[in-house]
Each structure stands twice: as structure tokens, then as C-alpha cells.
């Protein structure tokens, strides 16, 4: 069975630094991985997706992943943090019938 | 272009009464999705619909619980004999089948949030 684990619920960072926040996977098949977004009393936005194409994902505002099969992972990471970050970010992988199964999110707070 | 839309966005009930959600998902989008997120956790899987057909449906959907998506558009979620449990936001998501067996986008709505007394 597939799973996600994301390694902190809670990380802070000043502005201008880097964010990194941790995802491994467990999956009996090659994944298909995803980071979203979510803002306070909102849905979930794309990031980003690994669909095996590139092990290195750009998606929007800036961030990456990099997926690295030996270490199970796909981490999310952005150069350079802006306050606008602030919010919570959940890691995920398709299971059965397309379903996504996420991780327990981590929140990301973001300090001048 | 609009998005997946949610209604209602709050929902405030006593114990022992049925609500029912609503979701619209992106027109041209035949796969919608339900999930339940409850507070310092990540979304989990409630059930799926391949246009108007109901393929899966997890565990955690008791027989309290009853969705459809009549001519596979809009789809509704129904908890029936509401319990302080059932307190969460439920989200629906859409998104199309792709070809060539690509791991498809799903976009989310906004969510409703259901308080239970």
C-alpha cells in the first residue's frame, strides 16, 4: 500500500532564507508524487507533480522537488522564503482508483 | 475559467440531524473525488466517481453516509444521524481522465465546513 510521511508539522523560517520541507514515500510501484498548498479556510493547490518524466519538479511560485528513488523522498524546496509562503503544505501519492493519500501536512511559518 | 465550487461553505447542525453538500466540479472533468480533512490532518479519501458510476468508496464512509453524482455533473454528499465525529472540512476535487496513463491533476474545491453540536 502507498504512503506518504512528512518529516515536521511545524517548520519556521526568516524570509529570504531557504525552505526545505520533507516528504518520504512508500509504494510497492513506481509513484506518482505530488506537494500541494493549502491556505487557512481553503482548498488544496497544485505545486507541483513527479510523473516520472524529470527526477527535478519545478512547479509554481518558485518551488521544486527532487525525487530521489534510493532515499524515497521528494522533497519540497524553495531558495528563498517570502512571507506570502506561510501556509500549510501536504505531500501526496496516487493510490488505487487515482486516489490521492496524503501526508499529515506540515505548516510553514514564515518570520522578517 | 471557474474552478470547483462548494456549497455550502459553513454548515452549523445538532447532533442527530442530515446535512447534505453540494459540489460542482470543472465542467469537462469526468472523475470527482470527496475527501475529509479534520483539523491538523491531511485530506483522506472518502470516494470516487468516474462520470455518474461510483467506483470506490473507503471505510471511513459508514453507512451514515451517502454520495452521488447524478449524470455525472454535480455530485452530493449526505450524512445522515450527524454525530460530533463527523465535524470536519469536506473537500471534493475534479479532474479528467488522462491518456497515456499519466497521473492526472486534481483541482480542489474550497471545502465545507461542517460544526456538529
Known amino acids: 500500500a502507498q504512503s506518504v510521511t512528512q518529516l515536521g508539522s511545524h517548520v519556521s523560517v526568516s524570509e529570504g532564507a531557504l525552505v526545505l520541507l520533507r516528504c518520504n514515500y512508500s509504494s510497492s510501484v513506481p509513484p506518482y508524487l505530488f506537494w500541494y498548498v493549502q491556505y487557512p479556510n481553503q482548498g488544496l493547490q497544485l505545486l507541483l507533480k513527479?510523473?516520472?518524466?524529470?527526477?527535478l519538479v519545478k512547479g509554481i511560485n518558485g518551488f521544486e522537488a527532487e525525487f530521489k528513488k534510493s532515499e524515497t523522498s521528494f522533497h519540497l524546496t524553495k531558495p528563498s522564503a517570502h512571507m506570502s509562503d506561510a501556509a500549510e503544505y501536504f505531500c501526496?501519492?496516487?493510490?488505487?482508483?487515482?486516489?490521492?493519500?496524503f501526508g499529515a501536512g506540515t505548516r510553514l511559518a514564515v518570520h522578517p | 475559467d471557474t474552478g470547483v465550487s462548494q456549497d455550502p461553505r459553513h454548515k452549523i447542525t445538532k447532533r442527530g440531524q442530515n446535512v447534505t453538500f453540494r459540489c460542482d466540479p470543472i465542467?469537462?472533468?469526468?472523475?470527482l473525488y470527496w475527501y475529509r480533512q479534520t483539523l491538523g490532518q491531511g485530506p483522506e479519501f472518502l470516494t470516487y466517481?468516474?462520470?455518474?458510476?461510483?467506483?470506490?468508496k473507503s471505510r471511513l464512509l459508514s453507512d451514515r453516509f451517502s454520495a452521488e453524482r447524478p449524470k455525472g455533473s454535480f455530485s452530493t454528499l449526505e450524512i445522515q444521524r450527524t454525530e460530533q465525529g463527523d465535524s470536519a472540512m469536506y473537500l471534493c476535487a475534479s479532474s479528467l481522465a488522462p491518456s497515456g496513463g499519466v497521473a492526472e491533476t486534481q483541482y480542489f474545491g474550497p471545502g465545507t465546513r461542517l460544526l456538529v453540536l
Open positions: 501526496a501519492v496516487i493510490g488505487g482508483y487515482n486516489k490521492l493519500i
Open positions: 466517481f468516474q462520470n455518474e458510476a461510483q467506483l470506490e
Open positions: 465542467s469537462e472533468h469526468n472523475r
Open positions: 513527479y510523473t516520472s518524466a524529470a527526477t
